[in-house]
């Protein structure tokens, strides 16, 4: 199972529900190959508590992460007490992955190794908060992470899950930190799309 979060994406900017100025066929194949969701609603309209809803199933003000996003230094996070996804996946056996961005807290009881995650690879919070650190698991790999090559190395680490040797069913969550600013697409996409720079990103 993977389920892939693009920050401040439309559903209105895929091909698959309709977009014209914006080509997105590998998501238009995953769109067709997959579950087409159309009937839904964000429980938030910026990161934490959104990610928060979709992660719990729950109103994220039951978490306490109803309004705004956590910052760099924030003390808080999504409460061990919560259930996740991943958890209830795990205890039926699956293996759990997350990649990207996380945003749900930095502190090791907020990780996502703390909420059922066995293995992490990403980014703390938002790509426009510095010191951006990259991290496995609870190691930073580089600091501040060179976020032109970002959505690449994304792609080449979820490729790395799924093709994992296991007997296990794996739950992967993808959750980009693109197309949220800055706006930074790679160089083969600028100027590709119909819809300016942040087409070319998404």
């Not at 698959?16 to 066929?25: H, K, N, Y």
């Not at 979709?54 to 978490?63: C, D, I, K, Q």
């Not at 919560?82 to 039926?92: D, F």
């Given at each position: 199972?993977?389920?892939?979060?693009?920050?401040?994406?439309?559903?209105?900017?895929?091909?698959?529900?309709?977009?014209?100025?914006?080509?997105?066929?590998?998501?238009?194949?995953?769109?067709?190959?997959?579950?087409?969701?159309?009937?839904?609603?964000?429980?938030?309209?910026?990161?934490?508590?959104?990610?928060?809803?979709?992660?719990?199933?729950?109103?994220?003000?039951?978490?306490?992460?109803?309004?705004?996003?956590?910052?760099?230094?924030?003390?808080?996070?999504?409460?061990?007490?919560?259930?996740?996804?991943?958890?209830?996946?795990?205890?039926?056996?699956?293996?759990?992955?997350?990649?990207g961005k996380w945003h749900h807290g930095s502190r090791a009881n907020f990780w996502p190794t703390s909420h059922g995650f066995d293995t992490f690879w990403g980014v703390p919070w938002s790509n426009d908060m510095n010191p951006l650190p990259l991290y496995r698991g609870m190691e930073i790999l580089e600091e501040p992470l060179v976020q032109e090559a970002f959505a690449d190395r994304l792609v080449e680490e979820a490729r790395a899950v799924i093709s994992a040797p296991s007997q296990q069913p794996f739950f992967l969550y993808i959750s980009h930190v693109a197309p949220h600013v800055p706006l930074q697409p790679g160089s083969k996409f600028a100027g590709r799309s119909k819809a300016g720079l942040y087409g070319d990103f998404v």
């Open positions: 199972m993977i389920v892939v979060l693009a920050d401040d994406l439309g559903f209105g900017d895929l091909g698959s529900f309709g977009a014209r100025q914006i080509r997105t066929p590998h998501l238009d194949r995953m769109a067709r190959d997959g579950a087409r969701l159309t009937s839904f609603f964000s429980s938030a309209n910026v990161c934490t508590p959104s990610r928060a809803g979709m992660l719990t199933g729950r109103y994220p003000a039951r978490s306490g992460l109803a309004v705004g996003v956590l910052q760099v230094h924030s003390t808080y996070g999504l409460p061990e007490s919560e259930i996740t996804v991943p958890e209830l996946l795990k205890g039926q056996g699956y293996r759990t992955a997350m990649l």
